[in-house]
């Protein structure tokens, strides 16, 4: 059972919105660390998508956002494009673990 | 560009011990502003850290592997390795290299492929 709570799978049409969540707690997200947001194509490895909450690296398309608040965080993905069915993960550290901690994944699926 | 490359075995027999090693390329393993760590990923299941380490040898393990894991710097050859001792077939993963800046709040922002690691006699 991951530390970070995300629900197994979303589902959208294309063009649509979806989001997806990541719940916490208080010696994690609700501590202030940062959720940072991976995207895992399939047979790939995972790709940095969010960091520091909802900052986007060089490349990464602004269809794709990120929010924090108290205990959790979520990911936003707009006009959702075939390309963007994959798995998602969330990531923040744990203080009471001492250890970096990952959300379960969520699987994307464009109908 | 920064590379990772993971290499090692791809098969490990019950009880013996994983050795992986990661070779970093287009950057400097004696970087000050980054940890370097790797995480798994069992067959069809999410991502799980093993541990980091920085280059003078200061590491930082997960508790629920701290038991078997050992993590080593060789900053004369740029690689980072990964020994799991007493494995079972619960460490079936994909085994990732990545790096990190320095700050717990930071992500891991380059990767490698990862490499299949197969516990079975």
């Known amino acids: 059972q991951s530390v970070l709570t995300q629900p197994p799978s979303v589902s959208g049409a294309p063009g649509q919105r979806v989001t997806i969540s990541c719940t916490g707690s208080s010696s994690n997200i609700g501590s202030g660390y940062d959720v940072h947001w991976y995207q895992q194509l399939p047979g790939t490895a995972p790709k940095l998508l969010i960091y520091g909450n909802n900052n986007r690296p060089s490349g990464v398309p602004d269809r794709f956002s990120g929010s924090r608040s108290g205990t959790s965080a979520s990911l936003a993905i707009t006009g959702l494009q075939a390309e963007d069915e994959a798995d998602y993960y969330c990531?923040?550290?744990?203080?009471?673990?001492?250890?970096?901690?990952f959300g379960g994944g969520t699987k994307l699926t464009i109908l | 560009q920064l590379q990772l490359q993971e290499s090692g075995p791809g098969l490990v027999k019950p009880s013996e011990t994983l050795s992986l090693i990661c070779t970093v390329s287009g950057g400097s393993i004696s970087s000050s502003s980054h940890f370097w760590g790797w995480i798994r990923q069992p067959p069809g299941k999410g991502l799980e850290w093993i541990g980091s380490?920085?280059?003078?040898?200061?590491?930082s393990y997960n508790p629920s592997l701290k038991s078997r894991v050992t993590i080593s710097v060789d900053t004369s050859k740029n690689q980072f390795s990964l020994k799991l001792n007493s494995v079972t077939a619960a460490d079936t993963a994909v085994y990732y290299c990545?790096?990190?800046?320095?700050?717990?709040?930071?992500?891991?922002?380059?990767w490698g492929q990862g490499t299949v690691v197969t516990v079975s006699s």
């Open positions: 990531q923040s550290y744990d203080n009471s673990l001492s250890a970096w901690v």
């Open positions: 990545a790096r990190q800046e320095v700050t717990v709040t930071k992500p891991f922002d380059y």
């Open positions: 380490i920085f280059y003078s040898g200061s590491t």
